[in-house]
C-alpha cells in the first residue's frame, strides 16, 4: 500500500466518522468499588472508547442496576479519543473528611490518570455486587450501550475489578503487572493499618492486544485503524500502539511505518 492509497483511505474514514459520531463503540473496562472500612477513594469506574470516532461522554447516560431516566444521569462531557479512558467517580463526596472532594482524594491514591469526572445521576456501586450500565437515549428509550455487571466474588479485596479476555467477555480483580496495573499511593484504614490498591485506571488502551498499530484494539492491524491513527494525530493525542516508531510522540513520522505495518512489512 503506498502513501497516496493510505491518503485516499484516510480522508473516506474521517468522512465516514462524521457521519456515524452518534454510534458508541464505549466499553465500561474497570471499575472500584471499595472495602470493608475506609475505601480509599469514592466508587469509580473507567470507561474506554474502543471505535474508530471520537466520542462525546456528555451523550452517554449512566446508572448502576435497575437503570432509569429518573434515577440515572449523563455523564461529564469529554471528547473521549479512539482507545482513550476516562474514570468517573460516582460521588463528588470524599471518603476520607480530611479531603475537600473525591477528586483530591483520588489523585492523592492514584495520581493524574488522565480523564476524569463525574456521572450527573446514578447510584455508587454496591460491595454485595451490583452493574454498571451505559446508554444512548433516545427519547424515553434507554437503548444499552454496555454493561459490567460483579458479584461479591470480586469486592471487598485491595484490587480493582476488570475487563479481560476474548471480546472482554471476562472479570477478574486487577493482578499487579499485568494490563498495566500498578500499585496506588498508600492510605490509612479503619484501624490505621497502611494500604495499597492495584489497579490500572485511566490506561487501559495501552495494554489491549499488545499490537503495535492496532489502535482501535480489534486484535490486527488493518484499514480500521486509520482512522483513530489519523484523529490522534490532528488531535496530538497519545497511544502506544499509534507510536509506531517509539519516539514517544503519535505524528507524521510515524506514518511510513505504519504503512508498512498495514502493507505487511
Not at 484516510?10 to 456515524?20: G, H, I, K, P, R
Not at 477478574?172 to 490509612?188: Q, T
Not at 485503524?225 to 519516539?247: E, M, Y
Amino acid at each position: 500500500m503506498n502513501l497516496r492509497i493510505l491518503l485516499i483511505a484516510v480522508t473516506l474514514c474521517w468522512m465516514s466518522s462524521v457521519a456515524d459520531a452518534d454510534i458508541f463503540d464505549v466499553r465500561v473496562t474497570e471499575t472500584w468499588t471499595g472495602l470493608t472500612g475506609a475505601d480509599g477513594t469514592a466508587d469509580w469506574f473507567e470507561i474506554t472508547n474502543l471505535g474508530d470516532t471520537t466520542v462525546d461522554t456528555g451523550e452517554i447516560f449512566y446508572d448502576d442496576s435497575n437503570p432509569m431516566l429518573s434515577t440515572g444521569g449523563f455523564l461529564e462531557t469529554f471528547a473521549l479519543l479512539p482507545g482513550e479512558s476516562a474514570v468517573f467517580l460516582t460521588s463528588l463526596q470524599a471518603d476520607n473528611p480530611n479531603f475537600d472532594n473525591s477528586f483530591f482524594e483520588y489523585l492523592s491514591i492514584w495520581g493524574n490518570t488522565g480523564l476524569i469526572g463525574l456521572p450527573f445521576g446514578g447510584g455508587n456501586l454496591g460491595a454485595g455486587g451490583d452493574s454498571i450500565n451505559l446508554f444512548d437515549v433516545d427519547g424515553s428509550t434507554l437503548i444499552l450501550i454496555d454493561t459490567l455487571e460483579y458479584t461479591s466474588e470480586f469486592t471487598g479485596v485491595p484490587m480493582t475489578i476488570e475487563r479481560t479476555g476474548p471480546g472482554f467477555s471476562d472479570i477478574r480483580n486487577s493482578i499487579l503487572g499485568e494490563n498495566g496495573a500498578f500499585e496506588s499511593n498508600p492510605f490509612l484504614d479503619d484501624k490505621m493499618m497502611s494500604v495499597t490498591l492495584v489497579g490500572s485506571p485511566g490506561i487501559f488502551k495501552e495494554d489491549m492486544g499488545g499490537i503495535v498499530g492496532d489502535i482501535n484494539c480489534d486484535g490486527v492491524v488493518n484499514l480500521s485503524d486509520v482512522n483513530p491513527f489519523v484523529q490522534l494525530i490532528s488531535t496530538g493525542g497519545f497511544s502506544a500502539k499509534a507510536d509506531i516508531n517509539g519516539d514517544g510522540a503519535v505524528n507524521l513520522s510515524d506514518v511510513s511505518p505504519f504503512v508498512a505495518l498495514l502493507s505487511g512489512g
